[in-house]
């Protein structure tokens, strides 16, 4: 299975995820007297267009390469990511909004059996992050890391609610407005998350220079290729999946030109061997007379 597709499969897992929870979260806020369980539920019916926004970037990334798009169609990744940080942005202000409201309005207190539902709902996203941050390692997508960061930043809102309706219900009159005030301090943690996320696609678009170890594993694969004397400078830019290489490669300065394309080409296609994330590969040939 390609990373393309792995990464749409796992794109499907969380959208189906999102909708089932959010129809939960929703349910139980309203019959549950719990406005820190209907905030929760609202961010995961963002997470859900969220997801269908990353589900249509990388379905739209795989296209190949083309006259107007010679590096392919990967930058749309990071744009998409931005929409998805949008989508948190308003969850976040609109939560924040309403609670402040209901903190200033009499309140009931949550039912007790709200912290059971709660409680499976934090075990399941944690579990969802995990499976989704893995496969966005594994396929070097963005747009997944940042679909990852929507099931952390849901299963921390919701150990907030938890907290909230605990001391609401332990605790009794009085401090009914501590479920809002846990939706509260959840609508400040989903801006930070959000902030998370969009500072590395921001990177991404304006080819930050973050590769660092990639570049040493090039440079380490180079010398295996006989004829290979060093390299010079090494420049990287990510789009979507793959990562984008120029290399000035150093040779004999005394072989022939026709020698010097030859090898160029011999590193291009190892380095693609070795390295499957690389997507296209300029070598530069440098002359060593020394």
Known sequence: MSKEQIAIKTTYFSIVGNFILALI?????????????????????????????????????????????????GKIEPLITFIVVAFLVASAILIAVE???????????PETWTLFVLGVIILWKEFSYQIVMK????????????????????????????????????????????????ALFASGFILYNSYKIFRPALGEVMDEHVYDDLIEEIRKESLQVDGILGTE?????????????????????YISVTEG??????????????IPSLGQILIHIEPNKK
């Open 25 to 73: 979260k929703g349910l139980a806020g309203f019959f549950g007297n719990s406005y820190a369980l209907i905030a929760d539920a609202i961010e995961s019916t963002t997470d859900v267009f969220a997801s269908l926004f990353v589900l249509f970037g990388l379905k739209y990334a795989k296209r190949p390469a083309d006259k107007n798009h010679p590096y392919g169609h």
């Open 261 to 274: 394309h030859s090898l160029a080409h011999k590193l291009k296609d190892y380095l693609k061997k070795e």
């Open 135 to 182: 496969k966005s390692i594994e396929t070097n997508s963005s747009s997944l890391k940042a679909d990852a960061w929507h099931h952390r930043s849901d299963a921390i809102t919701s150990v907030a609610a938890f907290i909230g309706i605990s001391i609401a219900v332990f605790f009794g009159e009085g401090y009914e407005v501590a479920d809002d005030w846990a």
């Open 99 to 109: 609670s402040i409201h209901n903190i200033r309005s009499p309140q009931e207190a």
């Open 233 to 253: 400078k090494c420049f990287i830019r990510k789009a979507g999946m793959q990562y984008h290489v120029e290399l000035h490669a150093i040779v004999d300065g």
